[in-house]
């Protein structure tokens, strides 16, 4: 029997009996999910990136709570869990970029960016600067203030994108990896439709096409680069036909970048998306139920086998065998009970 081991935050307060992150075993055979196991206790774990190095996490509470990025060591190492104190107010992502020098976090109430620098060890050194949005969209309850919610690196170039979703902003910035500079402007700032509350987006291998989830319009807009210019093409939407809640959230490509899902919370499912080779649109194929409700994350797994979904509300994590010729999920029957996920992931 091969295991594969999946890294879960979890938020922890009250009624929350969650105490930080975890970590479960997938079965590769059967889709069975075995026990968890706490790997370390801190409040509101909302995120976790796995590396080679180690866990990444935040704490996801507001400044009088002391919001941290915490690194937990690989079981193996030598190095001990530290953590860096974080400027804004309840930060709800990581980014780490392809040279493991730098992290970035994402405050979604203070709509800002803190920059990290990263030790050899992939221990938190110091952080270097804060970026802050500015900007409001027109929903008056969701987007009266910036609201960061994603950053990621470019793979192939030193640059990094920011998503905010009070402001309907993607931003594009470049940043010099050896001085350690990051710059306060954009090199491109591109406005979303109004309202529409981008969360999520994620590059095809070749950085030339990017896919948004709009949280609050649930629909998905579909970038492309051209000549060094980013411009949004086509704006579809996440689940076809179904009553809208403002609510979707994580948004992926499978390996193969054949295929594209999206969790939608309000109506507890997964919507499937058929990649168009040419054209790179997608084309909605199907959805499925989570067999939980309001998935805030799944993860697919590496080898594009399986999908792992977490229900923040029915506290429960599931799993799907993922058919890699037409992209569909089968429930394997197998749910694992847990306090709250919100995030899950693989270990590298």
């Not at 075995?34 to 400044?63: D, H, K, M, R």
């Not at 040279?99 to 050194?125: C, E, M, P, R, W």
């Not at 920011?162 to 990896?177: H, K, M, P, S, W």
Request: proline share 6%; with cysteine; net charge negative.
């Amino acid at each position: 029997m091969k295991n594969l081991t999946l890294t879960i935050g979890c938020y922890t307060d009250t009624p929350s009996k969650s105490q930080g992150v975890y970590q479960a075993q997938l079965d590769l055979e059967s889709g069975k999910l075995l026990p968890i196991e706490l790997v370390t206790e801190c409040s509101n774990p909302s995120f976790v990136v796995a590396t080679e190095l180690g866990i990444y996490t935040v704490s996801e509470v507001n400044q009088p709570k002391q919001p941290q990025l915490i690194h937990i060591p690989s079981p193996n190492s030598k190095t001990v869990k530290n953590s860096g104190t974080i400027a804004g107010d309840h930060p709800c992502h990581i980014a780490i970029d392809p040279s493991h020098k730098f992290a970035i976090t994402s405050q979604y109430s203070s709509g800002s960016f803190d920059v990290f620098s990263l030790s050899i060890n992939g221990n938190i050194d110091k952080r270097l600067k804060t970026i802050a949005m500015v900007g409001s969209g027109p929903n008056k309850e969701r987007q009266t203030a910036p609201h960061a919610h994603q950053c990621l690196f470019l793979q192939n170039a030193p640059q990094f994108v920011t998503v905010d979703l009070g402001a309907d902003r993607i931003n594009f910035y470049c940043f010099d990896e050896e001085q350690e500079e990051f710059l306060d402007e954009p090199m491109q700032s591109i406005k979303a439709p109004s309202g529409n509350g981008p969360r999520h987006l994620v590059f095809n291998k070749d950085e030339d096409k990017a896919y948004v989830i709009c949280e609050l319009s649930e629909t998905i807009l579909m970038m492309e680069k051209t000549l060094g210019h980013w411009n949004i093409v086509e704006e579809i939407e996440a689940l076809p036909n179904m009553e809208k809640g403002e609510a979707t959230a994580a948004i992926k490509l499978s390996p193969d970048e054949q295929f594209l899902y999206v969790s939608c919370r309000h109506q507890s499912m997964i919507s499937c998306f058929k990649i168009e080779p040419k054209t790179k649109m997608p084309i909605f194929i199907d959805s499925y139920s989570t067999e939980g409700h309001f998935p805030r994350d799944f993860h697919i797994t590496h080898d594009g086998e399986w999908l792992i979904a977490a229900n923040q509300h029915s506290n429960n994590i599931t799993s799907f065998k993922r058919n890699t010729e037409d992209g569909s999920l089968v429930y394997t029957g197998y749910s694992l009970e847990l306090d709250k996920p919100v995030c899950v992931t693989q270990q590298r």
